[in-house]
């Protein structure tokens, strides 16, 4: 699809470097028109280096918020599509306004922590394209003929916050009889990257408000009042206040709190701070429009006559259908898969972020490939990870490498961010399209992601002569606790599974090179038992992350893997000790090798460490690290996030081995759904329930133990075909009527 219309911007302010900590005053544009007709469609496309908040004759085009998105500007533009039919009349108004977003504003994290990424100025492209019902067509772009001005946006930034003083509001600006008067000509911009840039229209849902609280005052003193939002969200505070002209309101926000007071040092560099200057004149509204934070706690603090009338915690991420539900009779696994899934819509804003709360919020590769299967059983994530997919292959190296993170932030040095083929980050490209095709069905993304994937290969193939891959990386079984797995060890893995991965994609679309693949991934099989494993099955650095990836990617059998995770939860008293990496096998990992046990302790334990550990100690969301918070040490110093969604890996464990519920690979779609439940015959977990919604319909899934046996009920639609297994388990007796399918079982 062409885009002819020209790049428009307004200078608000002195030219703001990448160290300056503010940007200038949000730019506001606006464009009359008059209709030659009766319309029969009205459509509007809109692109920005910034994001944006649309109007037509007085009203929000959309609900969205930070369109259009953040992309590799440098490699694709952004495009919004709305239809604007309904919105129109004889005489018109189109107004914009927007803010500084991904492109103009702060990205990156800690040590390259910088302004002006893409863009050191906001600039806007936009085309109305109208349909009349003669047949006429009629396009309204922007130009210089736009009118522009600033207004009561004196600056905005996703991480600082934003800026407001209702004395300069505008007024309504997007109606045609506005007084413009004292506005200005807008400048047309020589768009500084490449007319050839591919421009699309972002087939993705957009970022919306989702779900609303009303925060609790939990503290009062003088003119400050502290708020518990009561979960741990992304989004906003809407206030309404009253009071005198040039009164001022200052919010602050946090995840915690540190002896009763806002905890805000782990958000490093990001103030996370809204600043709301009052026009005096009545009731007024703040909703800041360009900023997003992750917070449980707002602190207000007003200074001068302010009356806070009332507040509402707006929680808002991409909108993505529900697709869904897990529960079970023990509360503690209840809250984990809540905060599992609160997580989930927290960081899923526009790209698959790992926290949304400090100096950072980046869309790192291994944390999005550890999560797929999770999100997708949570909610339809199909059109999120194909947009994802294109931002990892749009900074795929030359040599072949995926970075740990995309979009790459192009401020200061990201060599930090590896650039260094990190295992389990790397593999982002073949694990996401592989699992994404077994849930979905589409051939469309192994087409679009397999070439990434055998350039990786390539590179791993030449820079791994004899299929071991050396100590490279720099993050491994991340966060994990107690005795570090080998990297070269977790490398190689990696390895082995990206073959295996390309193989299996290559015989989807019936590549001629899936066999070359196969015999890759039996030759770095090989390689590794030879290197790494001793005569008696021990993995060098002996992990229980080790086992449990090596058994899931085939590279150790069933007893060699059941031998050694028995001897090591026996050395580490029961404890777990896996990071990043080993958290997604672990506990699927357990039940099929024969030590279920352990899983349904792991799972309902809380003690530390642990996910009941940080669900007893008040998480709404789940912790980046298993001690981010502990009695003894109290919150954990540097880097850390209550509100990462890693470690929630489990919720694939409790669709598929708790409820049972497995989509095939071979008859992707969900068209084939193997269900093989592994009961907690610990009697820790007595019942659970849950559903998964597919394009055929809804799967439900309700198991309980009784006084004599296990009863399991399935209902699935008729065009699905399922075949059941039950681990360690006898039928006594079954029966299926109109797809339900019941069945009562007693231990083998």
């Known amino acids: 699809m062409l885009f002819e219309s020209k790049w428009i911007y307004y200078t608000t302010g002195q030219y703001k470097s990448a160290d300056d900590k503010y940007g200038n005053p949000s730019p506001y544009f606006r464009q009359t028109f008059k209709l030659k007709g009766k319309v029969a469609k009205a459509t509007l496309f809109a692109s920005a280096l910034g994001v944006f908040k649309i109007y037509i004759n007085g009203s929000e085009v959309s609900c969205d918020y930070l369109s259009p998105g953040w992309v590799n500007y440098r490699k694709k533009l952004p495009f919004m599509q709305y239809d604007v039919t309904n919105m129109l009349c004889d005489k018109n108004a189109i107004g914009a306004v927007l803010g500084d977003g991904w492109a103009v504003g702060h990205l990156g994290s800690n040590y390259a922590f910088k302004r002006n990424g893409y863009s050191d100025r906001i600039e806007f492209t936009a085309i109305l394209r109208i349909e009349y019902e003669d047949g006429s067509k009629e396009e309204i772009t922007t130009d210089e003929t736009w009118r522009a001005s600033a207004g009561a946006i004196l600056r905005s930034d996703i991480y600082m916050g934003e800026y407001i003083d209702n004395r300069l509001n505008l007024g309504d600006f997007s109606i045609f009889d506005y007084d413009d008067s004292n506005w200005n000509a807008a400048s047309e911009s020589v768009f500084k990257f490449s007319r050839n840039l591919y421009a699309e229209v972002i087939d993705i849902p957009p970022i919306v408000v989702k779900h609303t609280f009303k925060p609790v ?6 003119n400050t009042y502290l708020y518990d939002v009561t979960q741990n969200i992304s989004g906003v505070l809407r206030c309404v206040f009253k009071g005198e002209k040039g009164a001022k309101v200052v919010l602050r926000h946090g995840e915690v709190l540190s002896e009763g ?14 600043t709301y200057v009052l026009s005096g004149d009545g009731e007024e509204v703040f909703r800041p429009l360009f900023t997003f934070h992750g917070f449980q706690f ?6 001068g006559n302010v009356e806070i009338i009332d507040i509402t915690a707006e929680a808002m991420y991409t909108d993505l259908k529900s697709n869904g539900s897990f529960s079970c009779n023990d509360k503690i696994v209840n809250k984990i898969y809540q905060n599992a899934l609160w997580g989930q819509r927290d960081n899923f804003l526009n790209v698959p972020t790992d926290c949304p709360q ?61 650039y260094d083929a990190s295992a389990g980050w790397c593999e982002a490209i073949g694990e996401i399209p592989y699992i994404h095709y077994k849930m979905y069905g589409d051939k469309k993304i192994v087409r679009d992601n397999l070439p990434a994937l055998k350039k990786l290969l390539d590179y791993y193939k030449k820079e791994s002569p004899d299929y071991i891959r050396g100590y490279v990386g720099r993050y491994g079984d991340w966060l994990s606790l107690g005795k570090t797995t080998d990297l070269s060890v977790l490398s190689t893995l990696y390895y082995a599974r990206a073959a295996y991965l390309a193989a299996e994609l290559c015989a989807v679309v019936k590549d001629y090179e899936e066999e070359y693949y196969a015999n890759l991934y039996t030759s770095v099989t090989a390689a590794f038992r030879e290197k790494f494993v001793d005569a008696e099955g021990k993995i060098f650095s002996d992990t229980q992350s080790a086992y449990v990836i090596a ?45 279920r046990d352990i899983a349904y302790q ?52 409790m669709y598929a081995y708790c409820l049972g519920i497995c989509p095939s690979f071979d008859k992707p779609g969900c068209k084939k759904v193997r269900f093989a439940p592994y009961f907690d015959v610990s009697g820790k977990i007595t019942s659970a329930n849950g559903y998964y919604d597919t394009k055929y319909g809804r799967i439900t899934v309700e198991w309980k133990k009784t006084d004599k046996c296990y009863i399991y009920e399935v209902s699935i639609p008729m065009e699905i075909e399922c075949e059941y297994e039950f681990p360690k388990m006898k039928v006594v007796n079954s029966s299926s009527k109109n797809g339900t399918y019941y069945f009562e079982l007693v231990e083998a």
């Open 217 to 222: 005052l939990i503290k009062k003193s003088e």
């Open 261 to 274: 007071e806002l905890y805000t040092e782990n958000l490093r560099g990001a103030e996370a701070t809204d």
């Open 298 to 303: 707002a602190e207000i603090k007003t200074e």
């Open 358 to 418: 400090r100096d950072e919020r980046l869309g790192w590769t291994g944390d999005a490939q550890i999560f797929c299967q999770s999100a997708m059983f949570n909610m339809d994530c199909r059109k999120f990870y194909e947009k994802y997919l294109s931002d990892v292959r749009d900074e795929q190296l030359g040599n072949g490498v995926i970075p740990v993170v995309a979009p790459v932030p192009p401020v200061g040095s990201y060599s930090y961010t590896g």
């Open 551 to 595: 058994y899931s990617f085939g590279i150790i059998d069933k007893e060699t893997a059941r031998k050694h995770l028995a001897r090591k939860f026996e050395e580490d008293n029961g404890k777990l000790t896996t990071g990043f990496l080993g958290i997604r096998f672990l506990l699927p990992a357990l039940c099929e090798v024969g030590l």
């Open 602 to 653: 792991l799972i309902t334990s809380k003690e530390f460490p642990g996910w009941g550990y940080s669900v007893v100690n008040g998480a709404t969301t789940i912790w980046e690290r298993w001690d981010s918070y502990t009695e003894k040490d109290g919150i954990k110093k540097g880097m850390n996030s209550f509100n990462h969604y890693s470690l929630g890996s489990c919720t694939e464990w």
